[in-house]
């Protein structure tokens, strides 16, 4: 949709990345399954097999329908540039692995999502890929590795669990600073709360899996931005063949078409209860950027536009408290997901952060007594109510 003014973040949910009218005026973008798109005429199928004009030629390469989808995704972040992947972790992988080569130094923080976490330390020092993480939110420490030497600057702001802080401004003038390609990981915050090619970032990816298709019913992976660096990820995707189904892409633009409404509603109810929690007795710490009480709430206030619909909590008594704790919530999926209509929570112990030891997570200051909650869209009184039942039952 081409608008003669700027459209706000809510009407780009709902008309960003449609052309009107499409087949035989469906007002809502059609499912293609074709695996194929055919030519009569050799010299057009030419000229789309180069490039030179619009259209398809083969599905894992490129599709109307995901198209569609990634179009939505780019209004919502401001991008020029737009490729997706099957989902959030082919979408990291396309990006490092068609980005990075040889003797190549990435810098990033220690609290990435546990997958992209293992790709920096198992997959790509066997490509001789130097990657050095820095404490998440030690800016110092980061911009000190950044001029130290740095091709890849890799941030994602707010982490998973524990909702640390990156200054996307400061951090990408350092890395442009030393000639890096800064990427930043937007899956907590969304489009609606942040936008990071604005603040300085080259690359800005998605897990749509999460907010963006906010169902919990379809996987899938964005990455937009620059377009010489998408077109070199896009390469390699097309290749790679981790290509986002037309099922999976209808459904996350389905979901994308309520974004902002569920967006609003989960961050007005995240605060409720985060600031509920903080003044519990059995509760030890509340890890939500929108509370006072957190050590980057300044930040949050300066690069984000709303504090999103993720916190953390930590349980007095560990593990056994959560084991208590858990089945008393009557409307929370217990499950390794986020982002969905649905409240959702889990002991990052047996979702995000399940790869890792109990070690290495109380290291990250994730302790096993720690609940990951994921707000949903419900009545923000029944999800109280089911917080107070289960924290009488620990
Ligand atoms: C879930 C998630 C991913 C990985 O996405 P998938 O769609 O599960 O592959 C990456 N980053 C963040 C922050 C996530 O929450």
């Known amino acids: 949709m081409t608008s003669p003014h700027p459209m706000g973040p809510g009407t780009r949910s709902v008309w960003g990345g449609e052309r009107h009218p499409m087949t035989d005026r469906a007002t809502q973008v059609p499912v293609v399954h074709s695996v194929s798109f055919g030519y009569d005429d050799l010299d057009e199928w030419l000229r789309v097999a180069r490039g030179e004009q619009d259209g398809h030629i083969y599905g894992r390469n490129t599709n109307p329908t995901v198209d569609a989808f990634e179009r939505k ?24 692995f068609a980005l990075l080569r040889p003797r190549m130094r ?7 999502y546990g997958g992209t976490s293992r790709i920096f330390t198992e997959f790509l ?59 930043v990981d937007n899956t907590f915050a969304t489009p609606i709360n942040q936008n990071p090619l604005e603040q300085g970032a080259d690359l800005v990816l998605h897990s749509a899996t999460k907010f963006l298709g906010g169902h919990a019913d379809a996987l899938g992976g964005v990455v937009v931005g620059r377009e010489d660096l998408i077109e070199r990820i896009f390469a390699y995707r097309e290749i790679n063949g981790a290509t986002l189904h037309p099922e999976a892409a209808y459904l996350l633009l389905r979901g994308m078409k309520t974004l902002h409404l ?28 929108g509370l006072s009480s957190h050590p980057q709430h300044e930040l949050a206030r300066k690069q984000m536009r709303g504090f ?87």
Request: hydrophobic letters at 45%.
């Open 262 to 289: 569920r967006v609003e509603r989960q961050q007005e109810s995240a605060l409720r209860l985060a600031t509920y929690l903080a003044e519990h007795p059995k509760v030890s710490v509340v890890n939500y950027p």
């Open 73 to 96: 995704v780019a209004e919502l972040e401001g991008a020029e540039a737009v490729t997706s992947a099957a989902t959030g972790m082919a979408v990291i992988s396309a990006t490092l």
């Open 125 to 183: 020092p066997a490509y001789e890929i130097e990657v050095v993480l820095c404490d998440t939110t030690d800016h110092d420490a980061i911009e000190a590795e950044i001029a130290a030497g740095c091709d890849l600057l890799y941030l994602e702001t707010p982490t998973n669990p524990t909702l640390k802080l990156q200054d996307l401004v400061r951090l990408s003038t350092a890395g442009h600073a030393a000639g890096a390609v800064v990427v």
């Open 106 to 112: 990435v810098v990033s923080v220690k609290d990435t």
């Open 308 to 394: 999103g619909g993720m916190f953390s909590f930590g349980l007095r008594g560990g593990l056994e408290a959560v084991g208590r704790f858990l089945p008393q919530l009557t409307f929370a999926h217990g499950a390794a997901n986020l982002g969905a209509v649905e409240t959702i929570v889990g002991p990052p112990a047996t979702t995000s952060h399940v790869e890792l030891t109990a070690e290495q997570r109380e290291a990250l200051g994730i302790p096993e007594g720690l609940v990951r909650y994921s707000t949903g869209i419900e009545d923000v009184e029944d999800l109280l109510a089911d917080l107070e039942r289960g924290l009488s039952a620990v």
